[in-house]
């Protein structure tokens, strides 16, 4: 347990995730999110922290945005390539995706390190996305320069307390370092016009994790950032659209 005061910090993914910041357990936007879509005790059995049964959940496209996310941010520590061909099914077969016993064993000790195995074809995929992202990103005139070396703090973590003692945690993607702007980064399997990224935001409570993680930056500093979303599909071209609230 790091047991962190009040502040911006930096903590890994995986204790960020355990929330393992301090002794008492600190609510995140997902969670409250949960709470409310559903029930505080859709809540607890969410949380990896209170749920002494916890059993994460990641599918290959979970896989693919996350890793995304964490290109793009500079953790490629947490990116893991697996190689089917080292693998082989008993009959020497080489298995297709996760097809058998073997690398299925690989792919889940890397998920228990917290890393993201990626297939070879995945991971070329995050890197044309990444790739493609940072050329339209700087097309942007809200967005230009995010997610590139200088000028911004990468998955720093807000640490805070509300007024009524509950403390809340938030790991930004991006924070720009004059604290004008927090930008967020999503991948989507589905067009990223405005339309259809709107009907995801509402459906995915995306603007309740806007809202939260500018009220933490609000508590920290006095300012409030703009709040935008980079959005970008997953498929060939890899187009991207920024969104703000």
């Known amino acids: 347990m790091l047991n962190l005061e009040a502040g911006i910090h930096d903590v890994g993914a ?4 355990a929330d393992a ?3 008492e357990p600190t609510l995140s936007s997902s969670i409250a999110k949960i709470i409310v879509q559903q029930s505080p005790r859709h809540a607890w059995t969410a949380s990896k922290r209170l749920n002494p049964d916890f059993e ?4 290959d496209a979970f896989n693919v945005g996350k890793a995304v996310d964490s290109y793009m941010t500079g953790e490629l520590a947490q990116i893991v390539a697996i190689d089917p061909a080292k693998y082989p099914a008993k009959n020497g077969n080489i298995p297709v995706g996760w097809g058998n016993p073997a690398i299925r064993a690989a792919r889940d000790a890397a998920q228990a390190e917290g890393k993201i195995p990626l297939l070879p074809d995945q991971l070329t ?4 996305m990444a790739k493609a992202a940072r050329w339209q990103i700087d097309t942007s005139e809200e967005a230009a320069g995010m997610f590139s070396p200088t000028g911004w703090h990468y998955q720093k973590t807000l640490l805070w307390r509300e007024k009524n003692g509950v403390w809340c945690r938030a790991r930004p993607d991006a924070l720009k370092q004059d604290h004008t702007i927090i930008g ?4 989507s399997g589905g067009n990223v016009d405005d339309e ?6 509402a459906n995915l409570g995306y603007n309740l994790q806007a809202a939260f993680y500018i009220r933490g930056h609000r508590a ?3 300012t409030e950032p703009k709040f935008l979303f980079v959005a ?11 969104h703000g609230l």
Not at 56 to 59: F, G, Y
Not at 184 to 187: A, G, H, N, P, Q
């Open 56 to 59: 994460p959940t990641n599918s």
């Open 184 to 187: 967020d980064f999503k991948s």
């Open 196 to 201: 259809t990224f709107g009907k995801q935001i």
């Open 232 to 242: 970008q599909e997953t498929s060939a071209p890899y187009a991207l659209k920024v």
């Open 14 to 17: 995986d204790d960020y995730h």
């Open 220 to 222: 920290l500093f006095g």
């Open 125 to 128: 995929a995050v890197v044309a």
């Open 21 to 23: 910041l301090r002794a």
